[in-house]
């Protein structure tokens, strides 16, 4: 008995394992073509300001819409677009798309600002601030109203080079958060030596957030610490109205998540924009 159960465990390992490649293949070979057939584009999640209730900013998530395959999601062809050495373009294009997207938004809302997700390999690259100054002289945008989101695995591939590559960028006036923060390394005292401005704190976190557990989480000391490094604070992933309240309460800084918005197609960013008021919250 125990033999065949081997068997079929094995069998079911076997089985999951050319899945996964087949996979691969599948969405490499249509990937390897997805930039020229033109079947990326851009969402936008808006980010609540907690003080003024207002929009302060977007963040750009990428989407793939393949004929064969619909809507593949990011988390299932960002680290194959990064194994297949794709991602240096469809980083480019992204930051590129964003700022064109902020050119033309510059005008009704200077104050906005637009983020974009960055992966390792792109900070790898010894060109690389020099391609995104141009990027964002050409689109003739001032750099604050551009951001960048990076993790801190990201970090960690080759601290020393990585750091120097965001502090230049900052000293262009570009926004840099530090996004899924707590799912990584986490060295909390490395912190207040990275050229960053803010911290995202990862949903997880703040799904943990309820009325039964409202001193007795991560989040709130999270937030208390980064004050105290200097550095701004957004939660992602906030999907209700009890999370949005107590994080007004822990003084956090910027919300993103359901409860505002889900990431929306430009056009309708553009209609957000124009009608949303605020989200106010009571910090009692
Ligand atoms: P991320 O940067 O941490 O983005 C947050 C993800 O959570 C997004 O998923 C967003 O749609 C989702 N989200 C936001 N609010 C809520 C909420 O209230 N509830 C729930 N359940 N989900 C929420 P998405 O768009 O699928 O992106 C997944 C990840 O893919 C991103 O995580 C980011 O790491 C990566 N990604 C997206 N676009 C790009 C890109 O242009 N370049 C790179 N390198 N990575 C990207
Ligand atoms: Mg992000
Ligand atoms: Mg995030
Ligand atoms: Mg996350």
């Known amino acids: 008995k125990a033999k065949t159960s081997g068997r079929n465990t094995y069998k079911m390992f076997d089985h999951a394992i050319s899945n996964e490649i087949a996979e691969k293949t599948v969405l490499g070979t249509y990937l390897r073509s997805a930039m020229v057939n033109k079947e990326f584009l851009l969402h936008y999640q808006p980010k609540i300001d907690m003080v003024t209730g ?54 009704q809302y200077p104050e906005l600002r637009i983020s974009v997700n960055l992966s390792s390999v792109q900070l790898m690259q010894t060109d690389f601030v020099d391609k995104v100054k141009s990027i964002i ?12 989101e990076i993790t801190e695995s990201l970090l960690m591939e080759s601290f020393t080079a990585s750091v120097g590559k965001l502090d230049s960028l900052k000293e262009f006036g570009m926004y840099i958060e530090l996004d899924d923060f707590g799912t990584g390394y986490s060295s909390l005292s490395y912190l ?93």
Not at 137 to 148: D, K, S, V, Y
Request: hydrophobic fraction near 40%; proline fraction near 4%.
């Open 54 to 107: 207002r929009i302060s900013g977007l963040e750009a998530l990428i989407r793939w819409n393949n004929p064969q395959l619909g809507m593949v999601s990011p988390l299932r062809f960002i680290r194959l677009a990064e194994e297949m050495g794709l991602i240096v373009s469809i980083g480019y294009w992204v930051l590129q798309e964003a700022c064109d997207f902020a050119a033309r938004l510059y005008k």
């Open 137 to 148: 002289e050409q689109a003739n945008i001032p750099p604050q109203m551009i951001g960048l």
């Open 192 to 284: 207040k030596n990275l050229p960053i401005h803010a911290v995202k704190i990862d949903k997880s976190f703040i799904d943990d957030i309820s009325e039964t557990n409202r001193h007795n989480n991560i989040t709130e000391a999270i937030i208390k610490l980064a004050h105290m490094f200097g550095l701004s604070v957004v939660a992602e992933g906030v999907e209700t109205q009890d999370q949005a309240r107590l994080l007004t309460e822990y003084c956090c800084d910027t919300f993103q998540g359901y409860f505002a918005s889900k990431p929306l197609p430009e056009e309708d960013v553009k209609s957000f924009l124009k009608t949303y008021k605020y989200i106010l919250l009571c910090r009692d």
